[in-house]
């Protein structure tokens, strides 16, 4: 097998993306490479984090670097489906229903503090990131080619919130966990901003674009060009079965949940400079791909368990095939 991907040039271009956001979100490089796992991918991804460990920032940098459109929608209890999808209002002039397009209808959604909205709105959101489409008044309409969610949420505030249907948690790809930096990355970011660093000034960023969107959907062709050997597929297989038999899960992962570790893994490797897959890979990518994919029993939870902990111990059970 070669150790370059399929697209060179692309996967210098993505490594760049990742350089320059290493510039911007100082002591997160597993979260911003997971962030860009998730968009090359082509998936969705729910970042969960105290609020203060640049979240926002890490989104509108990567919107940058991407050259891609932005939007950002802040969720709370009383937003409405027509708030993100849009609406039919009368034109009197016309005298007739034009369509005003809702936020939704962009490259890279930032949805903000997304279990602050009611069902009826999540139910609108789940269609246009499981079908890249809206529906309104009957209508369905397309959304871009590129079009991506990453949403927000506070994993330690739960007033005022309601929880993720496990429909709408299934449709992200990753689950990216977000703590805080460590103490040189901290003392790095006061620095920056003695340096005149803003994260509420986009021009104090200085990420200058990487590629445009239609070269991250080319970008996409070849991550799905990368080569995954049986051996690995079916070791996929076997880590998501075997969470179904986890005695501390009350539910295991979904055929799904194995898909998205296909995929990620995929994208995965392509970072990493190679056109194969390997069980590292899979490996890497198992805790951000199942701990939102899984539920543990009261028994568990009493415990102190955690999804992370459970499936990390699974992974150490189940032999991974040779490179």
Do not use: C, W
Request: zero cysteines; charged letters at 25%; glycine letters at 6%.
């Amino acid at each position: 097998m070669t150790t370059v991907p399929p697209d060179a040039a692309a996967y210098g271009r993505a490594l760049e993306v990742l350089n320059r956001l290493r510039g911007v979100v100082l002591g997160q490089d597993a979260v911003l490479r997971q962030m860009l796992v998730a968009l090359l991918a082509g998936g969705h991804a729910l970042l969960e984090g105290v609020p203060g460990t640049a979240k926002t920032l890490a989104i509108r940098s990567l919107a940058m670097a991407l050259e891609l459109r932005f939007g950002r929608v802040q969720f709370t209890p009383d937003l409405m489906p027509t708030d993100l999808v849009g609406v039919n209002m009368l034109d009197e002039a016309r005298r007739e229903f034009v369509y005003h397009p809702g936020p939704v209808f962009t490259d890279l959604l930032l949805a903000d503090e997304i279990n602050r909205a009611p069902a009826k709105t999540q139910a609108a959101l789940l269609e246009a990131m499981a079908e890249r489409q809206v529906t309104t008044d009957g209508v369905t309409r397309p959304l871009p080619p590129a079009f991506t969610v990453f949403a927000s949420q506070n994993p330690v505030e739960y007033e005022g919130t309601y929880p993720l249907p496990e429909a709408q948690l299934d449709r992200f790809l990753l689950k990216i966990s977000i703590g805080y930096p460590g103490e040189e990355a901290e003392r790095a970011i006061l620095d920056r901003y003695a340096g005149g660093f803003s994260a509420d000034r986009a021009e104090s960023y200085g990420v200058e674009p990487v590629m445009t969107a239609a070269e991250l959907l080319e970008l996409r062709r070849s991550v799905a060009a990368v080569h995954v050997e049986p051996a690995v597929r079916d070791y996929v297989t076997r880590i998501v079965r075997a969470t179904r038999e986890e005695p501390s899960f009350a539910l295991g992962a979904s055929p799904r949940a194995g898909v998205a570790l296909f995929l990620a893994s995929r994208a995965e490797a392509l970072l990493s400079g190679r056109d194969f897959v390997t069980p590292d890979d899979v490996k890497t990518l198992a805790l951000p791909v199942l701990r939102h994919r899984v539920m543990l029993t009261p028994e568990a939870e009493v415990e102190g368990m955690t999804a992370d902990e459970r499936i990390s111990a699974l992974l150490q059970t189940l032999p991974a095939p040779r490179d």
